[in-house]
């Protein structure tokens, strides 16, 4: 059963500050709350399942599917051919791509009966491995990929803005871990990215309040946070030390960068590998096509809903100067300045929803679409702070990376590499 622990306030909350003047001025652009304000019964029943006080680990319950006839099983656990697939004809034909073809480049799923998200109808299902395997075939890794499709198979009938499993491999979680009742539990602090195999960064006002004893872990190749059915298992990584921008200002969020050295380097694979660094010589506008990814809430309401999904956000990047325009518009006012460690994105209104990362994505990569290579993604930015969530024409804040690079460079340095961690097993 998976176990990654949600705390209760996540972002609004990180900074535990005291309430009055700009500390809570600050709390509301961050997205706080009362932290004493009941959960909604949605909330809820997510966080239980994460905490595992939800039963999950019962006998396993077989559907049946086709009259009886067939199983339902996780999709990586049928081989293509014995895919009971009834909805191949529901989908429109475009560019005079035959019905065949299309299904030769996009091979894909529809659910049939089976109701667990995930699984597919199947005449005959593929054997559980429950031990670790060696990989397959031997990955090799590249910065900045994107697996657009998917690994493995693409999977249609998504929710909006939800990401095919590892389609962003550089995602990371980051969880402090406390020892509860003599067992070690894992709560949500923020998200992150993995920039080298043993490097994970992430935002400063997620780590900056801890204890320097404070125990952290990063999960990478997360996906789903409920369930394990995918293809490739996650890895844990202990971090074994933490440091910050030394220009951090924790009440302006100024400079607000953070860099987790692992105990163990990480093994790259198709689920798992590093986002560029990008080049500081080239202009912000350069950046245009950008996405931002996260398990966070989607809006700041008490009706918000954490995602159990990784969920991907395609986003427009906002020159500085038309961002603090914009800003000037909301209760921050015409003096507002903004710093020019800060850059923006988002806020634009595609079919009548406002793009934006919301509480909880705190630390999270914005990855763009490198000029000099476009067919990989650099980080230009860190998941900051904003004016609420999802506000038309208001764009979100991100820490800037590309004027870090020399200090996230000579910070690398410093931190020698450690040896890499076991390879990770593929479940199928």
């Given at each position: ?5 949600l ?10 500050m ?25 909330d809820q ?12 680990v019962?006998?396993v ?9 067939f199983?339902?099983t996780p ?24 019905k ?52 493995e ?10 990401s095919?499993?590892?389609?962003l491999?550089?995602?990371?979680a ?9 067992e ?8 992150g ?22 125990k ?5 190749g ?17 971090v ?31 689920h ?11 202009p ?38 038309k ?5 000037r518009?909301?209760r ?8 020019r460690?800060?850059?923006?994105a ?13 509480t ?6 914005l990855a ?15 998941v ?11 764009p ?30 593929i479940?199928?």
């Amino acid at each position: 059963m998976k176990r990654l622990l949600l705390l209760a306030a996540l972002l609004g909350c990180a900074l535990a500050m005291p309430q009055g003047g700009e500390d809570a001025f600050l709390e509301s652009l961050l997205g706080g709350g009362d932290p004493a304000a009941p959960i909604s019964e949605t909330d809820q029943s997510f966080v239980d399942s994460l905490l595992g006080t939800i039963d999950n680990v019962g006998p396993v319950e077989v559907t049946r599917c086709e009259r009886g006839e067939f199983t339902c099983t996780p999709y990586f656990r049928c081989a293509e051919a014995n895919i009971v697939a009834d909805g191949l004809g529901q989908f429109d034909v475009r560019f005079g791509i035959t019905k065949e073809t299309f299904e030769a480049d996009h091979p894909f799923i529809t659910h049939s009966e089976c109701t667990r998200y995930g699984d597919v109808c199947c005449t005959d299902p593929l054997p559980e491995i429950t031990g670790p395997t060696e990989p397959i075939v031997k990955y090799q890794p590249e910065c900045g990929r994107r697996n657009g499709d998917g690994i493995e198979v693409r999977i249609t009938g998504f929710e909006a803005d939800q990401s095919q499993f590892g389609e962003l491999p550089y995602m990371a979680a980051v969880l402090r871990v406390e020892d509860i009742g003599g067992e070690q539990r894992n709560f949500f602090e923020c998200a992150g990215s993995l920039i080298a195999p043993h490097v994970v960064m992430t935002a400063a006002h997620c780590v900056h309040h801890l204890d320097a004893k404070a125990k952290l872990r990063v999960r990478l190749g997360e996906w789903d946070t409920q369930k394990e059915t995918e293809p490739l298992l996650h890895v844990d990584i202990d971090v074994a030390s933490r440091v910050s921008h030394p220009e951090f200002e924790p009440k302006s969020l100024r400079d607000d960068v953070a860099l987790l050295f692992l105990k163990e380097s990480a093994t790259l694979a198709p689920h798992i590998d590093t986002l560029c660094l990008p080049d500081p010589t080239l202009p912000m506008n350069s950046y245009t096509n950008c996405t931002v990814g996260g398990w966070g809430k989607d809006n700041f309401n008490v009706t918000g809903q954490f995602q159990t999904i990784l969920k991907l956000i395609e986003l427009k990047h906002v020159p500085n100067d038309k961002c603090q325009q914009k800003l000037r518009l909301t209760r921050l006012r015409k003096y507002f300045r903004l710093d020019r460690s800060f850059t923006c994105a988002g806020g634009e209104v595609v079919a009548g929803k406002v793009k934006d990362a919301c509480t909880g994505d705190g630390g999270a990569p914005l990855a763009c679409r490198d000029p000099n290579n476009p067919s990989r993604y650099v980080q230009v930015g860190i998941v900051s702070w904003g004016i609420g969530c999802a506000t038309a024409n208001v764009p979100g804040v991100y820490a800037g990376v590309p004027q870090q690079v020399g200090w996230i460079d000579q910070q690398i340095r410093a931190h020698p590499a450690p040896p890499p961690s076991p390879p990770t097993a593929i479940l199928k």
